[in-house]
């Protein structure tokens, strides 16, 4: 196993709401990137976090929102939940802030579904 | 152009069959190229990483093509463990990029 851990593994929730989902990168790893991966798709990056600043963020909107923890661990918070953020959220953890040569390792995900 | 785009599947072998992979990506300064394996409802999880020069794990062998943006992974001998989706990522800068995975299914 990676040593990622995700909390919780399922949720729901309804149209709305507000969610936060946390992440333990593995010991060693200083950056966690958030993805979501909806059914029968690819995971699509979220944002990414390095010593607890946001280092890069992909097409998502502001109510994605993020933190990382003096510890590395992470949250993600999404507000004003809507029917379409029901998807796998995935977490990764890797070392440094190039991606070039630093694999990603992954968490479990949480399974959010809104209803 | 896609960002990241793969062979849609999904792809049905029998046991011991040999199989190929193909992914294009759209970025030609990415330097960082990867395989993820994902079994169903599970994480993805790092297969291999792609090197310039070609690199082999055991029976699956990985190759790029900087001129033609191409990535592929050949799987020998596949066995029905294999069966999983493939996923070919790409490092875009500040973020990976995942194509839209390929389904294996390898039957007995």
């Known amino acids: 196993e990676t040593g990622v851990t995700q909390s919780p593994t399922h949720l729901i929730k309804t149209r709305g709401q507000q969610v936060t989902l946390r992440c333990s990168s593995q010991?060693?790893?200083?950056?966690v990137s958030w993805y979501q991966q909806a059914l029968g798709q690819g995971p699509q990056f979220i944002f990414q976090?390095?010593?607890?600043?946001?280092?890069g963020r992909g097409n998502f909107p502001p109510r994605f929102s993020g933190l990382q923890f003096p510890n590395y661990s992470s949250e993600l918070n999404v507000n004003a939940l809507e029917l379409d953020d029901s998807a796998l959220y995935l977490c990764?953890?890797?070392?440094?802030?190039?991606?070039?040569?630093?694999?990603?390792?992954f968490g479990p995900g949480t399974r959010l579904t809104v209803l | 152009r896609k960002e990241v785009e793969q062979d849609p599947g999904p792809f049905n072998v029998p046991e011991g069959a040999t199989v190929a992979f193909n992914c294009t990506y759209s970025n030609s300064a990415s330097q960082s190229f990867f395989w993820y394996r994902q079994d169903c409802r599970k994480e993805p999880k790092l297969l291999m990483s792609v090197y310039s020069s070609g690199n082999e794990d055991g029976r699956f062998t990985a190759q790029l093509n900087r001129a033609s943006q191409y990535i592929s992974l050949l799987i020998r001998d596949s066995k029905l463990s294999d069966s999983a989706t493939y996923l070919c990522v790409v490092d875009y800068g500040q973020n990976f990029v995942f194509g839209p995975g390929t389904r294996l299914s390898v039957l007995p």
């Open positions: 976090y390095y010593r607890e600043e946001e280092n």
């Open positions: 010991s060693g790893h200083n950056t």
């Open positions: 990764a953890s890797s070392l440094g802030t190039s991606y070039s040569y630093n694999e990603q390792f």
